[in-house]
T-cell receptor
Framework: DAKTTQPPSMDCAEGRAANLPCNHS???????VYWYRQIHSQGPQYIIH???NNETNEMASLIITEDRKSSTLILPHATLRDTAVYYC?????????????FGTGTKLQVIP | GAVVSQHPSWVICKSGTSVKIECRSL??????MFWYRQFPKQSLMLMAT?????????EQGVEKDKFLINHASLTLSTLTVTSAHPEDSSFYIC????????????????FGEGSRLTVL
């Protein structure tokens, strides 16, 4: 079962920062927070992941609260191409045989 | 980066026929692959976990005799929809977990482009 909750939809003006929240209150100590996005009719694309420290890459920043029960994905300057469904997932990094399930995600609409 | 390729990307078939979808990891080895199904405007639903050299583990409510999964090598898993019917029309997506290979971190998960099945 999915272990995360996200708002179903959000709007963001083009050029502004998009902040997408995710609650994962039952996260285990060895589980990472992963973010993927899915542009219409394509497979999910990896964005970023983290354990407890904030992370940044060329696509986004990930802010994880100190208690690790929630996180925020930040797209610093949203463009129209960032319109997609964003999924927050918790899983162990090495994976093993842990299955990976998706919640409902947040549909981000970037508005011109 | 690591690439997962699905084939075909779209397929149309007649009701009652069987359709095979391939999922290949192109530059890494994957002992574990996942198959998902996605209906319009819905999230990805995990169908089964495919482990190389062993039987797949199916999620509750997924008919293993209808959705045959074979994972005979470290780079290939196949999903066969047997006796397809219009209600099987969906977007099928596979993902592969890196277990080895150059250029990818062990444990990382990569997704295919998806295969859209339309059953007439």
């Amino acid at each position: 079962d999915a272990k995360t909750t996200q708002p179903p939809s959000m709007d963001c003006a083009e050029g502004r920062a998009a902040n997408l929240p995710c609650n994962h209150s039952t996260i285990s100590g060895n589980e990472y927070v992963y973010w993927y996005r899915q542009i219409h009719s394509q497979g999910p694309q990896y964005i970023i992941h983290g354990l407890k420290n904030n992370e940044t890459n060329e696509m986004a920043s990930l802010i994880i609260t100190e208690d690790r029960k929630s996180s925020t994905l930040i797209l610093p300057h949203a463009t129209l191409r960032d319109t997609a469904v964003y999924y927050c997932i918790v899983r162990v990094e090495s994976g093993g045989y842990q299955k990976v399930t998706f919640g409902t995600g947040t549909k981000l609409q970037v508005i011109p | 980066g690591a690439v997962v390729s699905q084939h075909p990307s779209w397929v149309i078939c007649k009701s009652g026929t069987s359709v095979k979808i391939e999922c290949r990891s192109l530059d890494f080895q994957a002992t574990t692959m996942f198959w998902y199904r996605q209906f319009p405007k819905q999230s990805l639903m995990l169908m089964a976990t495919s482990n190389e050299g062993s039987k797949a583990t199916y999620e509750q409510g997924v008919e293993k005799d209808k959705f045959l999964i074979n994972h005979a090598s470290l780079t290939l898993s196949t999903l066969t929809v047997t006796s397809a019917h219009p209600e099987d029309s969906s977007f099928y997506i596979c993902s592969a977990r890196v277990s080895g290979g150059q250029g990818a971190i062990t444990g990382e998960l990569f997704f295919g482009e998806g295969s859209r099945l339309t059953v007439l």
